[in-house]
């Protein structure tokens, strides 16, 4: 239940704090007093949409908190969401705008989501506001209250997992599918492109290999004359080598040295020179050696540089190392279609069982909805007729429906109010009838949902004297099992209340502001009076208001 509400800044209301008590709480006011202002604050701290279009003129922000007495369900959720559980049960969320247009939200003082605190709102309080009373045409409504009525929420809960799962795998497998479809239509190309790459038998850095084979075969002829050449310039003209005319002025210098020792230094470098020179024409006679003149070789190398070239303008490579790696991704082309196949069939046999879980549980549901259903109806009916609609009829209609959230059943609501063939609500139901209906049916959810606190905004809209009392005593029925607010134009209803707050707006300070108090006993039967003769308060209005009072 709503212990205390505070609204500061809030459209009209400058600073508001005010405690509710347990039951039926009535809420009057002139219309445009700000009846509306008080409930839109209350959707506001309970996750309703945040504007900084609310915020009162001249403010930076506007805060809204309310304190709950809260159901025990609620424990686990807020523990879940790392929310302190409070052991008195008591529950305080707070709202606040910015003039950015930013909100931000708090449950016991720790900042949460606003999914959390919708989840949480959904559990305590439900507003049933003067649009609302349209949802009794909306067929998704109309189920949810026979499902209410039937005790449905855990098959529910599993057919809402059930079949968010056969939609998930539904549209796995048709990406699957797609792309398995594309992948067959390009196999052959894929496979031939492969094995061209593979057969080619690619390998890093050959064809930098061939390219230098290549100039080498290409000016074989060329560089084994030059070495020739080289080869006799190691050889003087005399048949004496360049070697052996270096070892003999080795020698020469080494016997000097004796006389002038500084030559056995030079001794050591002729010998080193020699040394090195010797080296270097045996390399020279191994290079000439291996150099071939072979015309198959150059044409082998060749026609095999060609190919690589050939393969790297076919498939846009720049170098061997793009091929292999081109070679490699057809190659994973090919082994992801296997891939595929498999995990297409794995995705087709878990899809088959999600929805034989999802028939099953869409079967039990129908099951207990088609048991339900009669039981449902007449209880309606019932309380539709001690509404003064005597000869009413109410049915309700069980139907195929495409697979859903909510299983494969769509329900109509059937109605007459005077005893002929009942047809769907939404074509023969007035305003008053559709309130009263409403009335009937959040009247029976209330002992099914177990909803802490009710909120009404004139759901007896279309309907007056007799009826209109009578529906204030359905409304006074269940403010004896929760808390239940009733915003109301109607007399009859406000004088059912135990507790009777007035909404009034006034001017202060050349700005109009709205205000809510709780009426003391004299001050409520002055404000019924008022319901009763309008503008002018008749003694014989004050009388009737007395006796209004004193029925209850």
């Given at each position: 239940?709503?212990?205390?509400?505070?609204?500061?800044?809030?459209?009209?209301i400058?600073?508001l704090?005010?405690?509710?008590?347990?039951?039926?709480?009535?809420?009057?006011?002139?219309?445009?007093?700000?009846?509306?202002?008080?409930l839109?604050?209350?959707?506001?701290?309970?996750?309703?949409?945040?504007?900084?279009?609310?915020?009162?003129?001249?403010a930076?922000?506007?805060?809204?908190?309310?304190?709950?007495?809260?159901?025990?369900d609620l424990?686990?959720?807020?523990?879940?969401?790392?929310?302190e559980?409070?052991?008195?049960?008591?529950?305080?969320?707070?709202?606040?705008i910015?003039?950015?247009?930013?909100?931000?939200?708090?449950?016991?003082d720790?900042?949460?989501?606003l999914p959390?605190?919708?989840?949480?709102?959904g559990?305590?309080v439900?507003?049933?506001?003067?649009?609302?009373t349209?949802?009794?045409?909306?067929?998704?409504?109309q189920?949810?209250?026979?499902d209410?009525?039937?005790?449905?929420?855990?098959?529910?809960?599993?057919?809402?997992?059930?079949?968010?799962?056969v939609?998930?795998?539904?549209?796995?497998?048709r990406?699957?599918?797609?792309?398995?479809?594309?992948?067959?239509?390009?196999?052959?190309?894929n496979?031939?492109?492969f094995?061209?790459?593979?057969?080619?038998?690619?390998?890093?850095?050959?064809?930098?290999?061939?390219?230098?084979?290549?100039?080498?075969?290409?000016?074989?002829?060329?560089i084994?004359?030059?070495?020739?050449?080289?080869?006799?310039?190691f050889?003087?003209?005399?048949g004496?080598?360049?070697?052996?005319?270096?070892?003999?002025?080795?020698?020469?210098?080494?016997?000097?040295s004796k006389?002038?020792?500084?030559?056995?230094?030079?001794?050591?470098?002729?010998?080193?020179?020699?040394?090195?020179?010797?080296?270097?024409?045996?390399?020279?006679?191994?290079?000439?050696?291996?150099t071939?003149?072979?015309?198959?070789?150059?044409?082998?190398v060749?026609e095999?540089?060609?190919?690589?070239?050939?393969?790297m303008?076919?498939?846009?490579?720049?170098?061997v190392?793009?091929?292999?790696?081109?070679?490699?991704?057809?190659?994973?082309?090919?082994?992801?279609?296997?891939?595929?196949?498999?995990?297409r069939?794995?995705?087709a046999?878990?899809?088959?069982?999600?929805?034989?879980?999802?028939e099953?549980?869409?079967?039990?549901?129908?099951?207990?909805?088609?048991?339900?259903?009669?039981?449902?109806?007449?209880?309606?009916?019932?309380?539709?007729?001690?509404?003064?609609?005597?000869?009413?009829?109410?049915?309700?209609?069980?139907?195929?429906?495409?697979?859903?959230?909510?299983?494969?059943?769509?329900v109509?609501f059937?109605?007459?109010?005077?005893?002929?063939?009942?047809?769907?609500i939404?074509k023969?139901?007035?305003?008053?009838?559709?309130?009263?209906?409403?009335?009937?049916?959040?009247?029976m959810?209330?002992?099914?949902?177990?909803?802490?606190?009710?909120?009404?905004?004139?759901?007896?809209?279309?309907v007056?004297?007799?009826?209109?009392?009578k529906?204030?005593?359905?409304?006074?029925?269940?403010?004896?099992?929760?808390?239940?607010?009733?915003?109301?134009h109607?007399?009859?209803?406000?004088?059912?209340?135990?507790?009777?707050?007035?909404?009034?707006?006034?001017?202060?300070?050349?700005?109009?502001?709205?205000?809510?108090?709780?009426?003391s006993?004299?001050?409520?039967?002055?404000?019924?009076?008022?319901m009763?003769?309008?503008?002018t308060?008749?003694?014989?209005?004050?009388?009737n208001?007395?006796?209004?009072?004193?029925?209850?």
């Amino acid at each position: 239940m709503i212990r205390n509400l505070l609204i500061r800044n809030y459209i009209l209301i400058d600073s508001l704090e005010i405690s509710f008590p347990e039951g039926l709480v009535i809420i009057t006011g002139q219309t445009g007093a700000g009846k509306s202002i008080i409930l839109g604050a209350l959707s506001l701290v309970l996750g309703g949409k945040a504007d900084a279009s609310l915020i009162a003129e001249g403010a930076d922000s506007c805060v809204v908190e309310a304190e709950f007495s809260a159901p025990e369900d609620l424990k686990e959720i807020l523990e879940e969401a790392g929310v302190e559980w409070n052991e008195d049960g008591s529950l305080l969320v707070r709202r606040v705008i910015y003039s950015s247009g930013r909100s931000r939200s708090f449950i016991n003082d720790a900042p949460a989501a606003l999914p959390l605190l919708s989840e949480i709102s959904g559990k305590l309080v439900d507003i049933h506001s003067q649009h609302r009373t349209l949802l009794l045409s909306d067929h998704s409504f109309q189920l949810s209250m026979l499902d209410h009525f039937a005790e449905n929420s855990e098959d529910l809960r599993l057919c809402r997992s059930a079949f968010a799962r056969v939609s998930a795998l539904s549209a796995e497998l048709r990406d699957v599918e797609e792309r398995l479809s594309r992948a067959h239509a390009d196999k052959e190309y894929n496979e031939a492109r492969f094995r061209q790459l593979d057969e080619a038998k690619l390998r890093e850095g050959e064809l930098e290999e061939l390219d230098a084979e290549q100039k080498q075969l290409a000016n074989a002829e060329q560089i084994k004359e030059s070495l020739s050449r080289v080869a006799e310039l190691f050889s003087s003209e005399e048949g004496m080598s360049i070697s052996a005319s270096l070892k003999e002025i080795g020698k020469t210098f080494h016997s000097l040295s004796k006389y002038i020792p500084s030559l056995e230094e030079l001794s050591n470098r002729v010998e080193s020179s020699r040394l090195e020179l010797e080296d270097i024409e045996a390399e020279a006679d191994s290079v000439n050696s291996a150099t071939e003149l072979s015309e198959e070789r150059l044409a082998a190398v060749e026609e095999r540089m060609s190919l690589l070239y050939d393969l790297m303008k076919k498939h846009g490579c720049a170098n061997v190392t793009e091929l292999i790696a081109a070679r490699e991704n057809y190659a994973s082309t090919l082994f992801d279609l296997d891939s595929l196949e498999s995990r297409r069939d794995e995705i087709a046999s878990d899809l088959q069982k999600a929805r034989k879980e999802y028939e099953t549980v869409s079967s039990r549901l129908h099951e207990s909805r088609t048991e339900a259903c009669g039981i449902f109806a007449l209880t309606v009916r019932d309380s539709i007729r001690s509404l003064e609609l005597e000869k009413a009829e109410f049915v309700v209609d069980i139907v195929p429906s495409e697979p859903g959230i909510t299983g494969t059943d769509a329900v109509r609501f059937l109605f007459s109010s005077n005893g002929t063939a009942p047809v769907d609500i939404a074509k023969c139901a007035s305003g008053g009838e559709m309130s009263r209906i409403m009335l009937c049916l959040k009247a029976m959810m209330a002992r099914y949902t177990k909803m802490p606190t009710m909120v009404f905004d004139e759901i007896d809209t279309g309907v007056s004297g007799s009826v209109a009392d009578k529906m204030g005593s359905m409304i006074c029925d269940m403010g004896r099992d929760m808390q239940v607010f009733a915003i109301t134009h109607l007399p009859q209803v406000a004088a059912k209340g135990q507790a009777h707050y007035l909404v009034s707006k006034s001017d202060e300070g050349g700005r109009t502001v709205t205000t809510i108090k709780k009426l003391s006993h004299e001050e409520r039967v002055y404000e019924i009076a008022r319901m009763l003769s309008g503008s002018t308060v008749t003694e014989a209005a004050v009388s009737n208001a007395k006796s209004l009072i004193e029925q209850v």
